[in-house]
């Protein structure tokens, strides 16, 4: 790690500089007075020459270390100085010079963090911003990622950069397939900013998830934790940044939770369509229609009788699937245009 020096450099002040070149210096010159002892036949007299160098490093080391100084360069050199003898002290200095050389252009941390998810003051920024939040406005609850793509496709990096930000601070299931996108990005910086996306989004949902689980574990009666909980699992399987059999377990991990609900509260109609819509999703298709004719298919929402014709379309069963449609195609309740024209034409069979 970096000193807690603004600019990263080694040392905290103009002592420790000196300090660490002194170091570096004497441990040079002791160790090439050495080298030349030994080519000149003092082998024994020069291995414990090297042995008390090695020994005084270790204790100058542990001396830093002990006053909370910047250690890091002088265990380097009682590391590398016992290991390479002259090598070491030279490639220690070299350390030093570059590192200190490169703090000063460097990027810190928290400025690249902060890049990757930069604010939408850029004409950019609130341009794609714009587009983002419209989205949830779009007419009968259809949703359009095509811009988005488009975006990913042909738009300026700042353009790209922008979108990712603002599907990450807005994100939505429907946005997985535009992050994936720019995780293929041709750019680099695009493709880190997508990934830590991915996995900033995971993050706070299973942060969130150990939280509830947590409050619904203190009070296994409270309904309202539970609820809280089911929701969190159920929207975390749908996100769209899970993979596959993670996405499989948290599913299960949904509906079990809204059984103990239901247990609680046995007319919680919320509760009893997001069972059966969790079983469609795992294409357990007969536990789904068994679930859903287990209650009069008029006491549904709209909504969970398209999951339930979902699931009698998997298993065939066409004449139940005519009559559901008829029941709700008839039933006076909204329904998106398209939707309606499929139900009519299979309650038009069914008369």
């Given at each position: 790690?970096?000193?807690?020096?603004?600019?990263?450099?080694?040392?905290?002040?103009?002592?420790?500089?000196?300090?660490?070149?002194?170091?570096?210096?004497?441990?040079?010159?002791?160790?090439?007075?050495?080298?030349?002892?030994?080519?000149?036949?003092?082998?024994?007299?020069?291995?414990?020459?090297?042995?008390?160098?090695?020994?005084?490093?270790?204790?100058?080391?542990?001396?830093?270390?002990?006053?909370?100084?910047?250690?890091?360069?002088?265990?380097?050199?009682?590391?590398?100085?016992?290991?390479?003898?002259?090598?070491?002290?030279?490639?220690?200095?070299?350390?030093?010079?570059?590192?200190?050389?490169?703090?000063?252009r460097a990027q810190s941390f928290e400025d690249w963090y902060e890049s990757l998810f930069p604010v939408e003051e850029t004409d950019a920024g609130r341009e794609v911003a714009l587009l983002v939040k419209g989205i949830n406005a779009l007419p009968n609850g259809e949703t359009n990622v095509l811009p988005l793509n488009d975006i990913l496709s042909f738009g300026s990096f700042a353009q790209k950069q922008a979108a990712v930000t603002l599907m990450t601070k807005y994100y939505r299931p429907d946005f997985a397939p535009a992050l994936h996108k720019a995780l293929s990005?041709?750019?680099?910086?695009?493709r880190v900013q997508a990934a830590t996306a991915m996995a900033k989004i995971e993050s706070e949902f299973l942060e969130r998830s150990m939280r509830l689980a947590k409050a619904a574990a203190e009070a296994p009666d409270d309904p309202r934790q539970l609820a809280a909980l089911a929701a969190h699992h159920d929207a975390y399987a749908f996100s769209g940044v899970l993979d596959p059999k993670l996405e499989e377990e948290t599913r299960q991990k949904a509906v079990a939770a809204f059984r103990r609900l239901i247990e609680l509260e046995p007319e919680n109609i919320e509760a009893r369509s997001a069972v059966g819509r969790l079983l469609v999703r795992?294409?357990?298709?007969?536990?789904?229609?068994?679930?859903?004719?287990?209650?009069?298919?008029?006491?549904?929402?709209?909504?969970?009788?398209?999951?339930?014709?979902?699931?009698?379309?998997?298993?065939?069963?066409?004449?139940?699937?005519r009559t559901l449609s008829a029941l709700t195609v008839n039933g006076g309740d909204s329904i998106a245009p398209k939707t309606a024209g499929t139900l009519k034409l299979w309650a038009g069979e069914a008369a």
């Open positions: 790690m970096f000193s807690d020096d603004a600019d990263g450099r080694f040392g905290n002040s103009r002592a420790d500089t000196v300090e660490t070149l002194a170091a570096i210096g004497g441990s040079l010159a002791a160790e090439w007075l050495l080298m030349i002892l030994l080519w000149r036949g003092g082998a024994a007299l020069a291995f414990l020459g090297h042995l008390v160098v090695s020994a005084l490093l270790d204790l100058l080391w542990r001396r830093v270390k002990a006053r909370g100084g910047d250690e890091r360069l002088f265990l380097l050199l009682a590391v590398t100085t016992p290991l390479a003898g002259p090598i070491g002290p030279a490639g220690v200095g070299v350390t030093m010079v570059l590192g200190n050389w490169f703090a000063r990005d041709e750019t680099n910086a695009i795992q294409h357990r298709f007969a536990e789904a229609a068994d679930w859903y004719g287990r209650w009069r298919a008029e006491t549904w929402p709209v909504a969970t009788r398209l999951w339930h014709a979902e699931a009698l379309y998997a298993l065939g069963r066409y004449a139940d699937l």
